[in-house]
C-alpha cells in the first residue's frame, strides 16, 4: 500500500514537472492518436479483449482531458477501421455496445467541459441503433468550443480517397467541376476531415511502428512518436511526453530548416 502511495506521488510530480516544461506557445494545435493495444492488455491480465476495450475507453477520457487542458484544438483517434470488421464477430458486437455505452455515458459530460464530438468514417454501414447513437453524440456536443474530438469509426485512408476521389469523378460527370481545377486543395476538401488542419503530432501506442492505414492524406508531413505503453495503461504524463517530444522536433516540411 506505501508502495502505492509513494508511486503516485512521484507521478504527480513528474506530471508537474513535465507541464512546467512544456512551451505553450508550440503546443500542436491538432494531435491525432492510434489506440492501440487493448486486446494484448487483456491478454497480459488473461481477461477477455472486451474489457481490454472498456479500459482503453478510460483512456480516451484521460487523454481528451489532458488535451484540453494543454489548448490542443484537435484530437483526431482511430477508434474502429475498415478491417476490424474482420475480428470475430463477438468482438465486433462488444465494440458497437461499448460505443452505444460511451455515448450515453459522456456525451453530457463533453458538453460541459466544451469538447465537440465528431464521428468521421463510413457511418452509413453501421447498425441502425449505432447510427442513432453517432447523431446522439454529435447533436448534444455540438458547439463545444475548446477542443473538437474526432472519433474514426469504420475509417480506413483508402477508403477516405476513394470516397473523396469517387466524390471528385461525379462533380465532373455533372459538370460541376473541371478536371483541370483538381489539385491537392480540392481533394483535401473532399476528405472526411474537410475544414480540419493536418496534425502535427501522431502517437501510437503499443511499440508497432505503422500507421496502420491511419490519415494517408493529410499526415504527409505529421511527426510520428511511438511508445511502448498499451493503450489502457496510457496515461496524461505519457501524453504530456509525446508533445514535450514534439518541441525538440524541427519541422521543415521540405525546407532545409
Known amino acids: 500500500m506505501w508502495d502505492l502511495f509513494i508511486r503516485g506521488v512521484f507521478n504527480i510530480f513528474k506530471k508537474k514537472v513535465s507541464l512546467a516544461a512544456i512551451d505553450p506557445d508550440r503546443i500542436p494545435q491538432h494531435v491525432a492518436i492510434i489506440m492501440d493495444g487493448n486486446g494484448r492488455w487483456a491478454k497480459k491480465r488473461g ?95 455540438k458547439g463545444g468550443g ?24 461525379q462533380e465532373v460527370v455533372d459538370n460541376k467541376l473541371d ?31 505503422r500507421i496502420s492505414n491511419y490519415l494517408l492524406w493529410q499526415m504527409a508531413y505529421t511527426e510520428y512518436y511511438f511508445t511502448k505503453v498499451l493503450w489502457p495503461d496510457f496515461r496524461e504524463q505519457h501524453f504530456v511526453e509525446a508533445v514535450l517530444e514534439y518541441q525538440l522536433r524541427q519541422r521543415r516540411k521540405g525546407d532545409i530548416g
Open 179 to 209: 478536371p483541370k481545377e483538381i489539385n491537392e486543395q480540392v481533394i483535401a476538401e473532399h476528405l472526411y476531415t474537410k475544414g480540419i488542419p493536418e496534425p502535427e503530432l501522431l502517437i501510437r501506442t503499443s511499440g508497432e511502428l
Open 47 to 141: 481477461l477477455p479483449r472486451e474489457l481490454g476495450h472498456a479500459a482503453g475507453e478510460e483512456s480516451l477520457k484521460r487523454a481528451v482531458e489532458i488535451a484540453a487542458q494543454l489548448k490542443v484544438k484537435y484530437l483526431t483517434v482511430y477508434a474502429f477501421s475498415t478491417e476490424n470488421w474482420k475480428r470475430p464477430k463477438t468482438e465486433v458486437n462488444a465494440l458497437m455496445n461499448l460505443f452505444i455505452k460511451v455515448v450515453q455515458k459522456r456525451s453530457e459530460e463533453m458538453k460541459r467541459n466544451g469538447v465537440e464530438v465528431r464521428i468521421l468514417g463510413r457511418r452509413n454501414e453501421f447498425p441502425e441503433i449505432v447510427q442513432q447513437a453517432i447523431k446522439e453524440a454529435e447533436e448534444k456536443t
Open 146 to 169: 475548446r477542443l473538437i474530438l474526432n472519433v474514426m469509426l469504420n475509417y480506413g485512408g483508402q477508403a477516405e480517397i476513394t470516397d473523396a476521389v469517387r466524390s471528385i469523378v
